[in-house]
């Protein structure tokens, strides 16, 4: 297994993301690899660990003041034997090659978990939407697909949202998409608004899921219910804010959360609605829910 792992990360090098992966997961294997030679006869691990396609773009865009920008993106189509490459886009300063193609490694196997005919990608830039106005983004959203078009589609490639791209990125990105192409395909792109094509739940769907997950673990293991528990969440996001959502209404009480700026704790009992306003409407950071609530 030590030989295999070295000559993959060899053809990988100074992506230190992926090689903590890829070292995790084949760990995990080795009992499975020890069982079935015919795995390694077959290079089956090597076609697990090597992606399918690597698509590298510059992202120019221009700023409200006039001034020129220039990010990189990134789209990783891992594997596409189960069907069309699906994952999320990322756009966080943190952003590199090797961060998405550590992201889109696992993707595969939590997308062949689901049962689903779908495949596994990844993509995003190291873009920072924090404290850009929506034009900025918007300008940035629509240069991004200029270029990521042509690699996507509903039976190829059907990117998502991920940190830093909620609903307002994918509207302009599948707004931008539809005038490229001339084309309205609802399938080639996830997590937009109703109101374009999207599904209602699907902007809880990862929270609340969280949170079964978290009832049905408690049930299981200790025998007991969410209701008068107490909850600390990690993060303010999509995810986090209605993983806070549905906490409540399973009866347990959030009493922190957190973004990359810092910690809240409220001991009565976090305001989720104040939460989500804060975070999907004003935009604006976590620490000013202390403003309302001393």
């Excluded at 990322?90 to 696992?106: D, N, Q, W, Y």
Aim: aromatic share 10%.
């Amino acid at each position: 297994m030590e030989s295999i792992y070295q000559q993959i990360i060899s053809r990988n090098p100074g992506e230190p993301e992926f090689h903590q992966a890829l070292y995790e997961v084949l760990e995990t294997l080795t009992p499975v690899l020890e069982r079935h030679p015919e795995y390694h006869e077959q290079k089956i691990i090597e076609r697990l660990c090597e992606p399918e396609r690597q698509i590298i773009f510059r992202v120019p865009w221009e700023d409200d003041d006039g001034h020129i920008h220039i990010n990189r993106g990134f789209r990783v189509g891992f594997n596409s034997s189960l069907g069309p490459y699906k994952g999320g886009l990322r756009f966080h300063p943190s952003v590199t090659l090797g961060t998405i193609k550590f992201l889109a490694f696992e993707q595969t196997f939590k997308n062949a978990l689901t049962g689903l005919p779908i495949g596994s990608g990844k993509g995003g830039s190291d873009f920072d939407p924090k404290g850009k106005s929506d034009r900025e983004v918007m300008r940035f959203c629509q240069s991004f697909m200029t270029s990521l078009y042509r690699h996507i589609g509903e039976s190829t490639d059907v990117p998502a949202g991920d940190i830093g791209v909620g609903a307002r990125e994918i509207g302009y990105l599948f707004g931008q998409y539809k005038r490229i192409t001339q084309r309205y395909e609802a399938g080639v792109i996830t997590g937009k608004s109703p109101g374009w094509g999207g599904t209602l739940i699907r902007k809880k769907s990862t929270g609340y899921g969280a949170v079964f997950f978290c009832e049905d673990m408690l049930r299981a293991v200790h025998g007991e219910e969410l209701k008068d528990k107490i909850a600390l969440v990690s993060g303010s996001g999509n995810v986090a804010t209605y993983a806070m959502e549905k906490l409540r209404a399973s009866g347990a009480k959030v009493i922190a959360c957190s973004d990359s700026g810092g910690v809240i704790i409220d001991q009565k009992g976090i305001d989720v609605d104040a939460i989500i306003r804060i975070k999907e409407i004003e935009r604006q950071r976590i620490y000013t829910y202390l403003d309302s609530h001393p």
